[in-house]
Nanobody
Framework: QVQLVESGGGLVQPGGSLRLTCAAS????????MGWYRQAPGKQREMVAS???????NYVDSVQGRFTISGDNAKNTAFLQMNSLKPEDTAVFYC???????????????????WGQGTQVTVSS
């Protein structure tokens, strides 16, 4: 099976920066894309940023120009650099791996989505 482990969340003052890391582990053959979603209290989970295996990126409008997603295909790892953080960025951030081919018991399997456990990002003075 495949596991996603996130790190890098925490408390930061408005205007500060954080860098999130998501590492996918397991017998992975390929991942179509990796991304970050967030969920604030009382709100629905929303896509924040994503990156395909070819390096094509996509961002929600509210973080455009402030957040940068990058990836390392060889290590099945994605990063989210968050600058100029605002209080409204406060949320639990979840890593997503989409379109995952993996090996188990000598056979290849496909799963649409894997999720990390989430990491809290709090922006407050």
């Amino acid at each position: 099976q495949v596991q996603l482990v996130e790190s890098g969340g925490g408390l930061v003052q408005p205007g500060g920066s954080l860098r999130l890391t998501c590492a996918a582990s397991g017998s992975i053959a390929s991942i179509n894309s990796m991304g970050w979603y967030r969920q604030a209290p009382g709100k629905q989970r929303e896509m924040v940023a994503s990156i395909t295996s070819y390096g094509v990126t996509n961002y929600v409008d509210s973080v455009q120009g402030r957040f940068t997603i990058s990836g390392d295909n060889a290590k099945n790892t994605a990063f989210l650099q968050m600058n100029s953080l605002k209080p409204e960025d406060t949320a639990v951030f979840y890593c997503n791996a989409h379109g995952v081919l993996y090996y188990s018991g000598g056979r290849q399997y496909f799963k649409n989505d894997y999720w990390g456990q989430g990491t809290q990002v709090t922006v407050s003075s």
